[in-house]
């Protein structure tokens, strides 16, 4: 697996330049807000990922004012949906504006770009709660806590299940793609209490046995960026409130003798 460059400086061999940000919470008083930094994204980046959590209340017309951001931005657009985006039931809706502006919507799917001649996959899903090793909830007791662990468990096979795809599809590179946290790590600074309500190691124990480059997530607003899962893949909190900018940019070598610093 490759491992991320965190910064833009040149380096020795082809790269891949991501850049991911989530949490953006567009309304429709946001129009404008992020487009400038997006018409830069041709120079720096290959692609966008954008980590969940894009609307306030997930409704359409906050959903429209999303896509008027990405659209014709010079550069593939990859997305999860996150809570918010959730929240007014028409997550449906809200993906569908989202595609009709060029955005590959992912939920438990992949897409495939061709960047620097190569083929590079991109696995995506929400995911859920339940929390992490030692301190996590259990299919077990009421049929409630068995539905809600079940949610995540379902939302982490259908990421291993993508990975496995991109693998098997012969990807040069592989990235997952998730709102919710698949490791503690990227929790720091966030309340202990809640950490169960932000994310799930079912997540991580999916990317580990399938395998990725890189994982990026958001909802994690007080987080921490940087994090890895316990088979080494780099997890970033891409949350904005977190990256404190428009997106964060890393890079993925693609050959092996490009190294990480």
């Known amino acids: 697996m490759s491992a991320p460059v965190d910064r833009a400086a040149p380096e020795a061999g082809p790269v891949v330049r991501v850049a991911a940000v989530g949490d953006i919470h567009l309304g429709s008083d946001s129009r404008g807000?992020?487009?400038?930094?997006?018409a830069t994204l041709p120079d720096r980046?290959?692609?966008?990922?954008?980590?969940?959590?894009?609307?306030?209340?997930?409704?359409?017309?906050?959903?429209?004012?999303?896509?008027?951001?990405?659209?014709?931005?010079?550069?593939?657009?990859?997305?999860?949906?996150?809570?918010?985006?959730h929240h007014s039931g028409e997550e449906a809706e809200v993906s569908r504006v989202l595609a009709d502006a060029g955005v590959a919507v992912l939920e438990g799917t992949t897409t495939v770009l061709s960047l620097h001649g190569e083929r590079i996959g991109v696995a995506g899903?929400?995911?859920?709660?339940?929390?992490?090793?030692?301190?996590?909830?259990?299919?077990?007791?009421?049929?409630?806590?068995?539905?809600?662990v079940r949610v995540t468990r379902r939302s982490a096979d259908s990421l291993r299940r993508a990975l496995t795809e991109l693998a098997d599809d012969a990807c040069a590179l592989r990235i997952a793609l998730t709102h919710f946290a698949p490791v503690p790590d990227t929790l720091a600074g966030e309340p202990r209490e809640i950490y169960p309500f932000l994310g799930s190691y079912l997540l991580a124990e999916a990317m580990d046995e399938a395998g990725a480059d890189l994982a990026v997530h958001g909802h994690a607003h007080l987080g921490t960026e940087?994090?890895?899962?316990?088979?080494?893949?780099?997890?970033?909190?891409?949350?904005?409130?977190?990256?404190?900018k428009a997106f964060a940019l890393y890079h993925l070598p693609l050959t092996p003798t490009a190294k990480a610093t």
């Open 125 to 148: 899903t929400k995911g859920f709660c339940g929390g992490f090793a030692g301190r996590s909830a259990g299919e077990f007791g009421e049929q409630e806590m068995k539905d809600f």
């Open 33 to 38: 807000l992020l487009r400038p930094s997006f």
């Open 45 to 85: 980046a290959d692609l966008l990922l954008l980590a969940g959590d894009l609307t306030r209340h997930g409704a359409v017309a906050e959903a429209e004012v999303v896509a008027a951001e990405v659209a014709d931005v010079g550069v593939p657009v990859v997305a999860v949906l996150g809570n918010h985006d």
């Open 226 to 244: 940087h994090g890895m899962t316990a088979g080494g893949i780099r997890v970033r909190n891409v949350a904005q409130p977190v990256i404190g």
